[in-house]
T-cell receptor
Framework: NAGVTQTPKFRVLKTGQSMTLLCAQD?????MYWYRQDPGMGLRLIHY???????AKGEVPDGYNVSRLKKQNFLLGLESAAPSQTSVYFC??????????????FGSGTRLTVV | DAKTTQPNSMESNEEEPVHLPCNHS???????IHWYRQLPSQGPEYVIH???SNVNNRMASLAIAEDRKSSTLILHRATLRDAAVYYC????????????FGDGTTLTVKP
């Protein structure tokens, strides 16, 4: 049982380049989330999804796009990377259980540097 | 989303109990209180959660105030491996279960 797998683990981009971060979960979770964490700070929600084919904006969505074509996968795209997007990106997933929410399961993160 | 407030840092001695406080004065009736911890260079790890009643699991205990405006994570015997950043967050099942993470409490455990 792998849980939440994020690829790649590390990446260096030049300003203006694009890339896609992949998050895959094998727990049949309905909800999936993308967070970013800047040094010494907490996590900020970028985008989230409550099910296949649906996505929504979080606190800091500008400069990012997402897609969830399959229930198990949640993709985060950067169309034109900027140095301000240098951060550690975490994907999380959880069940949707009416009136009861299990905890998030987080991936190990993708460390992205934009130069 | 309702916010939580935690002290920036706390210290504890090894093998002593630790009480990590969290204030959430604007909690709604449907918010669940969740705790996570994050070790260096790792993703956050779920610790415990509750709604109104106190909760225990193998990792910790969660004490929730009667008015639900504050809670306390209790580590019964701190070990060096418990040194981490601890986050208290609120999750609302009526709001896609999404949350706002604050800066958390950095717990230092001294041998």
């Amino acid at each position: 049982n792998a849980g939440v797998t994020q690829t790649p683990k590390f990446r260096v981009l030049k300003t203006g380049q694009s890339m896609t971060l992949l998050c895959a979960q094998d727990m049949n979770h309905e909800y999936m989330y993308w967070y970013r964490q800047d040094p010494g700070m907490g996590l900020r929600l970028i985008h989230y999804s409550v099910g296949e084919g649906t996505t929504a904006k979080g606190e800091v969505p500008d400069g990012y796009n997402v897609s969830r074509l399959k229930k198990q996968n949640f993709l985060l795209g950067l169309e034109s990377a900027a140095p301000s997007q240098t951060s550690v990106y975490f994907c999380a997933s959880s069940y949707k259980i009416p009136q009861y929410l299990d905890g998030y399961t987080f991936g190990s993160g993708t460390r992205l540097t934009v130069v | 989303d309702a916010k939580t407030t935690q002290p920036n840092s706390m210290e504890s001695n090894e093998e002593e109990p630790v009480h990590l406080p969290c204030n959430h004065s604007t909690i709604s009736g449907t918010d669940y209180i969740h705790w996570y911890r994050q070790l260096p260079s790792q993703g956050p790890e779920y610790v415990i959660h509750g709604l109104t009643s106190n909760v225990n699991n193998r990792m910790a205990s969660l004490a929730i105030a009667e008015d639900r405006k504050s809670s306390t994570l209790i580590l019964h015997r701190a070990t060096l491996r418990d040194a981490a950043v601890y986050y208290c967050i609120l999750r609302d099942p009526l709001n896609a279960g999404k949350s706002t993470f604050g800066d958390g409490t950095t717990l230092t455990v001294k041998p």
